[in-house]
């Protein structure tokens, strides 16, 4: 089950592990800094196909990004 609390922290945290600014994350994205602010905070959510493509960006699976398993890497 999706849980956005889940997403939000495992979104954050990726993005610092990675030494990554919202507007960096945001360029890679083609998308405006808030939108990577909002999608921390829970205030809004990417469209499955970004989600997708965060997770294929950080090396993670789709399941650990959302919050379904806690093992990060893709089989």
Sequence with gaps: MFTKEIFCQRLR????DKKMTTTQL???FEVTKQTVS????????P?????????DYFDVSLDY???NSDIKKRK
């Design 13 to 16: 945290q990726l993005r610092q």
């Design 26 to 28: 945001a360029t890679e």
């Design 38 to 45: 909002r999608w921390e905070l829970g205030d809004r959510i």
């Design 47 to 55: 469209t499955l196909d970004t989600a997708a493509a965060i997770a």
């Design 65 to 67: 990004l959302v919050g």
